[in-house]
């Protein structure tokens, strides 16, 4: 059938093992793939938002101890309910093995399920391979890579293009408002954006190690007065910057 072709054409275990020759493991927030990740450069987190995260996790636990201080004196307090319940036995039926129709239907139901088992694995992949790409996810890059990972500057004639879709955040190294604004894009927006990378890199770097570039791409930022500062960019081109 046209879906067994299909399946043959993309076999998971194959492109798995393709995609597990480009990976870098060791990246800081685990791993990416070598197109677009620098291990000796990327990554890291800086000072606010190391900071930021310690703070955050410190009132996690407190919270968690309290539930679980609650959940204790909770169950303390349940009273135990009556154990007595209705017969299920008229449903046995649906735990047998075999179903009605004889070895035929057993046979298509375990065919079906192999096919659907092969959808979900290919389907798991391209995502797998997405976010090791960098999309639906916020990563924090070198500054003298970040504007081109973006694909600010890139030729309309290159083989590879641009990211459809990029938010890039260009932080202050000790803004708490920078810190609060990296754990709002990673916890909350990036995730439920699987196609747009969100990357983040330390801004008056960004624009003074990329000067020519910057200069052209984003004219009014200034590394003096305008950072942090949060762009948005599509196929390449800055639709908007917010200082």
């Avoid at 072709?5 to 993309?10: C, I, M």
């Avoid at 129709?101 to 391209?126: I, P």
């Avoid at 196609?195 to 791409?217: C, E, I, W, Y």
Wanted: with cysteine; charged share 30%.
């Amino acid at each position: 059938s046209a879906l067994d072709e299909t399946l043959r054409r993309h076999d998971v275990t194959l492109m798995a093992e393709r995609r597990r020759r480009h990976l870098i493991p060791d990246l800081s927030w685990g791993t990416g793939c070598r197109c677009c990740y620098d291990p000796s450069t990327d990554g890291g987190e800086y000072y606010a938002l190391m900071i930021l995260r310690e703070k955050l996790a410190q009132e996690t636990k407190l919270e968690q101890q309290q539930q679980q201080e609650q959940d204790s004196d909770d169950n303390e307090q349940e009273q135990d309910s009556d154990d007595d319940s209705d017969s299920d036995d008229e449903f046995d039926y649906l735990l047998e093995d075999d179903l009605p129709g004889g070895d035929d239907s057993n046979t298509l139901l375990a065919e079906m399920e192999e096919r659907r088992r092969a959808e979900l694995e290919l389907e798991l992949l391209h995502r797998e391979a997405a976010l090791q790409h960098g999309y639906g996810a916020h990563r924090q890059l070198h500054p003298t890579r970040v504007l081109k990972a973006a694909g600010l500057g890139s030729s309309p004639t290159s083989a590879i293009p641009p990211p459809p879709a990029v938010v890039l955040h260009l932080f202050d190294d000790d803004s708490t408002k920078s810190a609060s604004l990296d754990i709002f894009l990673e916890t909350k927006l990036a995730s439920s954006h699987r196609g747009t990378k969100f990357l983040r890199t330390s801004g008056k770097s960004a624009l003074v190690l990329n000067a020519d570039l910057a200069k052209h791409v984003l004219p009014d930022l200034k590394p003096t007065n305008d950072i942090p500062a949060l762009i948005a960019i599509r196929d390449g081109n800055v639709i908007s910057a917010c200082p």
